[in-house]
């Protein structure tokens, strides 16, 4: 079944603790990105990365940081998470640029 | 600045009827359009893609068009059922090659029996 996993599920830290959200994708996409989503601001994309050890800054970047060592993971890093940070944050990937964008779970995440 | 608008009121309708989503963007010249339906807690699920070249586009009861003129993009969903209670995006993405789709906030549709 394709797929795109995210681990954890749910996420409560503290400011300052470093953590990392896992992402994984078996469909052999090239393309993948984190994105967050808030009440009333719909999803943004925080990273994007078009192929391995290929990434970008989208358009909510600050904080974060990523890496993509195999085509099949795309790990989100906040290296010293905030309260503004508590949010939805949700894996996707797609084939190419223009096809549909396979979406994870999710990931929620509270920064106290 | 380039903005993408959907209406942030919920949509309520009746069992049966048809309903209609609006997507508006402004400075956008965008190559694809798509629509997902997300459901409280999970990710969105694509629904349709149309292209600027194509007006519109049908799925067994969804049915989107797409207007470049306007700059506009609507959604439909004959027949409507409770089981199409959700909240709906639309996502647009620009020329180029570049994976950068851009989101609108969504808008909740809710089916009433």
């Known amino acids: 079944e394709a797929q795109v996993t995210q681990n954890p599920r749910y996420l409560i830290t503290v400011t300052g603790k470093k953590l990392t959200v896992t992402c994984s994708q078996n469909?052999?996409?090239?393309?993948m990105s984190w994105y967050r989503q808030d009440p009333g601001l719909g999803l943004r994309q925080i990273y994007y990365s078009m192929n391995v050890e290929v990434t970008d800054k989208g358009d909510v970047p600050e904080g974060y940081k990523v890496s993509r060592k195999e085509k099949r993971n795309f790990p989100l890093i906040l290296e010293s998470p905030s309260p503004n940070q508590t949010s939805l944050y949700f894996c996707?990937?797609?084939?190419?640029?223009?096809?549909?964008?396979?979406f994870g779970p999710g990931t929620r995440l509270l920064v106290l | 600045s380039q903005k993408i608008e959907q209406n942030s009121e919920a949509l309520n309708i009746q069992e049966g009827k048809t309903a209609t989503l609006t997507c508006n963007y402004t400075?956008?010249?965008?190559?694809?359009l798509q629509w997902y339906r997300q459901d409280p807690g999970r990710g969105p699920v694509f629904l349709l893609l149309?292209?600027?070249?194509?007006k519109e586009k049908r799925k067994e009861r969804l049915k989107v068009t797409f207007d470049t003129t306007l700059k506009q993009s609507l959604f439909h969903i004959t027949a409507s059922q409770p089981a199409d209670s959700a909240t709906y995006l639309c996502?647009?993405?620009?020329?180029?090659?570049?994976?950068?789709?851009?989101f609108g906030a969504g808008t909740r549709l809710a089916v009433h029996p």
């Open positions: 149309i292209r600027e070249n194509e």
């Open positions: 996707a990937s797609r084939g190419a640029a223009g096809e549909t964008q396979y």
């Open positions: 469909m052999n996409h090239e393309y």
């Open positions: 400075n956008y010249s965008p190559a694809y």
């Open positions: 996502a647009l993405d620009v020329s180029g090659g570049y994976n950068k789709p851009i």
